[in-house]
């Protein structure tokens, strides 16, 4: 397991559409994150799930977002009837449990909508 | 307002000289603090990792200090390189019970020019 890897690097899709994306945390964290970046900003926090539950949500994740996290592994970020302001990446994290284990970063989905 | 504020911006050096990045944040009761290299289009990937009663933390040409009573931490960069071009995010925990955020700055972006 070499790190947190995230599908597809990039997507570009009308606006309107449905997109969906995966990540796949390294295998022995339990806990995972998902962040958005625009251009010149740091991460905004999106959601985090603990194993399959998903324990936080920001008030940034509208009713178009949804995140899941089935089995506790993988998890995969819907957004439903896309909008310009959608683009911008979408980052995956990682991390054991315990207050100072270290957040692994996926590299990344650049989503645009046109 | 963001809880964790990093100066300067973006900043511009010659290839071989020293840099010292700033973060000031107001995250409270506050459990670590972490520094992060992100490479224009990729995943932040962690260079240092401080905990409240941590001063200072060192990975290779880069040593963060910390200090937790004036809420301050420094990233300094000695005889920087091309490939330290990067934006360099400082990230803090809080320590809450039950709170598994953490909260980002916009992060200083670095060029080194030769």
């Known amino acids: 397991d070499t790190g947190v890897s995230q599908d597809p690097r990039h997507k570009i899709t009308k606006r309107g559409q449905n997109v969906t994306f995966r990540c796949d945390p390294i295998s022995e964290h339990n806990r995972l994150y998902w962040y958005r970046q625009t251009l010149g900003q740091g991460p905004e926090f999106l959601t985090y799930f603990q194993n399959e539950a998903q324990l936080e949500k920001s008030r940034l994740l509208s009713d178009r977002f949804s995140a899941e996290r089935p089995k506790g592994s993988f998890s995969t970020l819907e957004i439903q009837r896309t909008e310009q302001g959608d683009s911008a990446m979408y980052l995956c994290a990682s991390r054991e449990e315990g207050p100072h284990t270290e957040a692994f970063f996926g590299q990344g989905t650049r989503l645009t909508v046109v | ?114």
């Open chain 2, 1 to 114: 307002k963001n809880q964790v504020e990093q100066s300067p911006q973006s900043l511009i050096i010659l290839e071989g000289k020293n840099c010292t990045l700033q973060c000031n944040y107001t995250v409270s009761p506050f459990s670590n603090l972490r520094w992060y290299k992100q490479d224009t289009g990729r995943g932040p990937v962690s260079l240092t990792i401080m905990t409240f009663s941590e001063n200072t933390k060192s990975n290779g040409r880069y040593t963060a200090t910390l200090d937790a009573d004036t809420k301050q931490s420094s990233l300094h960069i000695t005889a920087s390189q091309l490939s330290d071009s990067a934006s360099y995010i400082c990230v803090v925990s809080p320590q809450l019970t039950g709170a598994n955020n953490l909260f980002f700055g916009t992060g200083t972006r670095l060029t080194v020019i030769p």
